[in-house]
């Protein structure tokens, strides 16, 4: 097995598992491990492909607890954000997305600790049609769809499984488009699809170990733990983007 194979299984495993507990964190976790082996433009699309696998098995175990309501702005947002985000892809670096997106997460970070939001927190179509739009050009162009949407969990102060189902969902909706979108424009090479064909086995395996963690966490730990992914993330974005 070829050691490329064998980062894609272990780094996409891992980041099922991240993902199966916090909802996100899955592809910010696997993408810079694989992007050390694989051409970026690879592990991107790569990265699309198997959040799928993700969402999918997050939708299985979660669905019961989506918040239906909540998907309208959501959507809304996401179509034209997936297309922005398809032909950013194609034209933008991907070091000066990341630099963005982990600016924009810190801002973020320091607006919670400034400004504490409510614990029950507020849903609202402009700000869900917001997060929504940012989900679909970030998750097109470098597969980082979650913090946005993520941090629109937060502002609503949904409880840990309507995070995980309502984001669940959310997220094998707009991966379809997204992967949809990026066959159209042939960017599925064979070494994606044989990368693929690995990962979506190792992803769903990592996914499901972590049902049980999430079904107990404590929503106050559950935060916290967001908070933690988001911030690493951010971090992560800003120094690849200076390399």
């Known amino acids: ?94 070091q000066i997305l990341q630099g963005i997106v982990g600016v924009l997460l810190l801002v973020f970070l320091l607006w919670q600790q400034v400004f504490r939001i409510h614990e029950k927190g507020t849903e609202s179509w402009l700000v869900g049609g917001l997060a929504g739009c940012a989900a679909g050009v970030l998750g097109t162009a470098i597969s980082f769809d979650g913090p946005p949407v993520g941090a629109y969990g937060l502002y609503a ?36 699809i044989q990368y693929a064909l690995y990962g979506f086995p190792a992803t769903m395996l990592g996914t499901f170990c972590a049902f049980p963690v999430a079904k107990w966490i404590n929503p106050d730990a559950f935060r916290n733990v967001l908070k933690v992914i988001i911030a690493a993330a951010a971090v992560a974005c800003v120094y690849r983007a200076l390399l």
């Not at 947002?77 to 032909?87: E, K, Q, R």
């Open 157 to 192: 102060g949904w409880q840990p499984r309507v995070f995980l189902g309502t984001l669940g969902v959310f997220f094998i909706l707009r991966g379809t488009l997204t992967c949809t979108l990026q066959a159209y424009s042939g960017l599925y090479s064979p070494e994606v």
């Open 1 to 94: 097995m070829d050691l490329e194979v064998i980062v894609v299984v272990c780094a996409w495993f891992l980041g099922g598992f991240i993902s199966g507990v916090s909802g996100i964190g899955g592809a910010m976790f696997a993408v810079p491990i694989a992007a050390m082996f694989i051409p970026i433009q690879q592990v991107i699309v790569l990265s699309c492909i198997l959040n799928l696998a993700m969402d999918g098995t997050l939708t299985a175990l979660h669905f019961r607890f989506c918040r239906i309501s909540a998907l309208g702005p959501l959507l809304a947002g996401t179509i034209p954000g997936s297309v922005a985000g398809l032909f950013i892809l194609q034209m933008v670096p991907g």
